[in-house]
Antibody
Framework: EVQLLESGGGLVQPGGSLRLSCAASGFTFSSYAMSWVRQAPGKGLEWVSVISGSGGSTYYADSVKGRFTISRDNSKNTLYLQMNSLRAEDTAVYYC??????????????WGQGTLVTVSS | EIVLTQSPDFQSVTPKEKVTITCRASQSIGSSLHWYQQKPDQSPKLLIKYASQSFSGVPSRFSGSGSGTDFTLTINSLEAEDAATYYCHQSSSLPYTFGQGTKLEIK
């Protein structure tokens, strides 16, 4: 059974940093690309970033480019999102999602339960 | 960036009714269009991948169609448990994008 468990969310001040983790199990982690999607309170879904199975390819939404870094440790079956220079508009539930193949194309077939990030002074 | 526009934004429907939600892309995306269902306080669940392929375990009353710029999600014989917000999502061109969502209320 595919399981994705996000952690690392919390309250942070504007300009601060936070690192989210997503622990994966139930599948061969290195064989699948992974992505992050966020949802501001009461709003719709926003795609944030994607990384290939090898970690060699990464892409970002313009809204986070230069501030967020996606990475993965295939030996630990864990996906990360390093978030720097956080802004109030980054407040959201952050979901990790398993993609359907090793490349970044395609969609996410399984999602975690999400972790809430609140940026506020 | 490809913009996905869903219609309607909200729909109130009765059980056993047939529901159609549309998603229009600002440029052609082939069949790289996927549909998700999100119930309150839950993470999104994949219903349809690549416009018309049902995801494993999804009830047969959910179906998808379309290609290019116009896509449709159809729910036949709506059930009370289908109350949710539905999102379309394109993976044709980075940055990937989502529609704004369609909220279904069951009367």
């Amino acid at each position: 059974e595919v399981q994705l468990l996000e952690s690392g969310g919390g309250l942070v001040q504007p300009g601060g940093s936070l690192r989210l983790s997503c622990a994966a199990s139930g599948f061969t982690f290195s064989s699948y690309a992974m992505s992050w999607v966020r949802q501001a309170p009461g709003k719709g879904l926003e795609w944030v970033s994607v990384i290939s199975g090898s970690g060699g390819s990464t892409y970002y939404a313009d809204s986070v480019k230069g501030r967020f870094t996606i990475s993965r440790d295939n030996s630990k079956n864990t996906l990360y999102l390093q978030m720097n220079s956080l802004r109030a508009e980054d407040t959201a539930v952050y979901y990790c999602a398993k993609k359907m193949g090793i490349a970044v194309a395609g969609t996410g077939d399984y999602w975690g339960q999400g972790t809430l990030v609140t940026v506020s002074s | 960036e490809i913009v996905l526009t869903q219609s309607p934004d909200f729909q109130s429907v009765t059980p056993k009714e047939k529901v159609t939600i549309t998603c229009r892309a600002s440029q052609s995306i082939g069949s790289s269009l996927h549909w998700y269902q999100q119930k309150p306080d839950q993470s999104p669940k994949l219903l349809i991948k690549y416009a018309s392929q049902s995801f494993s375990g999804v009830p047969s009353r959910f179906s998808g169609s379309g290609s290019g710029t116009d896509f449709t999600l159809t729910i036949n014989s709506l059930e009370a448990e289908d109350a949710a917000t539905y999102y379309c999502h394109q993976s044709s061109s980075l940055p990937y994008t989502f529609g704004q969502g369609t909220k279904l209320e069951i009367k």
